[in-house]
Nanobody, 120 residues
Framework: QVQLVESGGGLVQAGGSLRLSCAASGRPLDMGWFRQAPGKVREPVAAISWNFGSTYYADSVKGRFTVSRDNAKNTVYLQMNSLEPEDTAVYYC????????????????WGQGTLVTVSS
């Protein structure tokens, strides 16, 4: 069974940066990040296929966030720059071996979540 373990959340001022990491156990997966802000539904933020062939970014983070991965470490990263208070949310690492479509709609595997708080 796949396990996803996130790290890197915290408190940052608007305009600052954070990097989230997610280490996966088990087979190679397409991986990415969802987030859930207070009072809102979970939404996909960014994703990257296991072979680096595809990436996805939500419109709200394009140009500010970068998703990457290190397959030797089975780890995916989310570099978040120019953070805004609206980015405040619990960020979840996700993984799926069925392709990017399922990954972005209903992922097979979820991490426990890490809180990112952006102060104004």
């Amino acid at each position: 069974q796949v396990q996803l373990v996130e790290s890197g959340g915290g408190l940052v001022q608007a305009g600052g940066s954070l990097r989230l990491s997610c280490a996966a156990s088990g087979r190679p997966l397409d991986m990415g990040w969802f987030r859930q802000a207070p009072g809102k539904v979970r939404e996909p933020v960014a994703a990257i296929s296991w072979n680096f062939g595809s990436t996805y970014y939500a419109d709200s983070v394009k140009g500010r966030f970068t998703v990457s991965r290190d397959n030797a470490k089975n780890t995916v990263y989310l570099q978040m720059n120019s953070l805004e208070p609206e980015d405040t949310a619990v960020y979840y690492c996700v993984g799926d071996n069925r392709g990017m479509g399922p990954l972005l709609s209903l992922p097979q595997a979820w991490g426990q979540g890490t809180l990112v708080t952006v102060s104004s």
